[in-house]
């Protein structure tokens, strides 16, 4: 790709977007601006996940464009973003600006083949989210600075989970870090208790989901290193490699005791099977609430581990799955392939079952 990006290659048009890390700015491979240097480069299949990552289009080869000249109103709404890109835009803020709202979402639908909305909130969780990215970094700055002299670090704290250091309830950390994976990029917090998320980041909601969490467990976010981290990071990577798809880091989900019920209900469910809300619901010895087992394996926060892609529909249909069906897809497609079917209920699961008295 790097090639590609040298020689203005043409062909690899739409294939990848390169971002330029000193900059922060996302281009077509055919970008006429300056060849940035190798070490400065980070490549992107789609705008979105560019966006996700904390950098803005480039004015000058328009990554967004779909060919035409880029309409007026979508420069407007372009330039709109960037002014504040932290903020919402209202209709009513774009119409102070002079833009009539319905017709600018429209032609920026039509022209970016994404909504405004959809645009605007990956550049939102994009800024929000480098930090975390940047994670190391930041940690050694506030080691080497301690926490009074760093006014610029207390910033991307309070851009990450809206509560300054100072305000937080507890002086214990929840460590934030950013994993790359096939299935795009994911967060995960954790701290001494275990791996409290595991989410794909452009997941809808995720930015409130930190915020809930952050305010139960009254912990500062910090981006950095902690064990648990490390093994999520280690254990990942076997698992989409197929070494092993069995996970040991410690899991510290926050949610009710129903919930936590049900998790641990799904820990049950081994790699490359499948069980129905039903079952789950008679394993938490609560076999009617079926509706209410579906809403808790929809809440669950750590992705993966728990692994509520595993729970389909009673007749074998994927049903939902908040970060996408084609991911569940995929993850149970990739379970399948590594495992050889075992018919029958595990240990686990049979004494839970009998516990039940189902
Ligand atoms: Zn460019």
New binding site residues.
């Given amino acids: 790709m790097y090639r590609a990006l040298v020689e203005h290659d043409g062909s690899f048009e739409g294939v990848f977007f390169v971002a330029v890390t000193t900059t922060r700015i996302f281009?077509?491979p055919t970008?006429r601006?300056r060849t940035p240097r190798r070490e400065n480069v980070e490549f992107f299949g789609t705008p979105q996940e560019a966006l996700l990552g904390g950098y803005r289009p480039?004015l000058?080869?328009r990554p967004l464009d779909n060919g035409e000249r880029t309409p007026n109103l979508v420069t407007a709404l372009l330039a709109a973003v960037e002014a504040n890109p932290g903020d919402r835009l209202r209709d009513a803020d774009l119409e102070a600006r002079g833009i009539v709202a319905s017709t600018a979402r429209r032609q920026f639908k039509r022209y970016c083949g994404m909504s405004f909305q959809a645009y605007h909130r990956a550049r939102r969780v994009g800024l929000a989210l480098s930090g975390v990215r940047e994670g190391k970094k930041m940690l050694d700055l506030q080691l080497d600075q301690g926490y009074e002299s760093g006014s610029g670090f207390r910033d991307a704290f309070s851009r990450l989970v809206g509560v300054a250091p100072s305000r937080a309830a507890s002086t214990t950390c929840l460590y934030a870090q950013w994993f790359e994976t096939p299935l795009g990029s994911m967060l995960a917090l954790a701290d001494d208790a275990g791996l409290a998320l595991l989410e794909f980041v452009d997941r809808r909601g995720l930015e409130s989901e930190l915020t809930r969490i952050q305010r139960r467990l009254g912990r500062v976010m910090l981006p950095g290193k902690h064990r648990f981290l490390e093994q999520t990071g280690r254990e990942l990577t076997d698992y989409f490699s197929g070494r092993s798809l069995v996970f040991s880091t410690p899991l510290a989900p926050e949610g009710t005791p129903f919930q936590r019920d049900v998790w641990n209900a799904l820990l049950l469910i081994p790699a490359g099977r499948t069980q129905s809300y039903a079952h789950i619901a008679s394993l938490v010895g609560r076999p009617t609430a079926v509706r209410a087992v579906g809403r808790a394996n929809g809440d669950n926060n750590v992705c993966i581990m728990i692994p509520c892609h595993r729970v389909v529909g009673a007749d074998g249909s994927l049903t939902g799955y908040g970060g996408g069906l084609w991911r569940k897809a995929w993850l149970l497609e990739h379970e399948r392939k590594f495992t050889s079917q075992e018919p029958g209920n595990s240990q686990a699961e049979l004494a839970l079952l009998q516990q039940a008295g189902a």
């Fill in positions: 281009c077509r970008c601006a480039c000058r080869c």
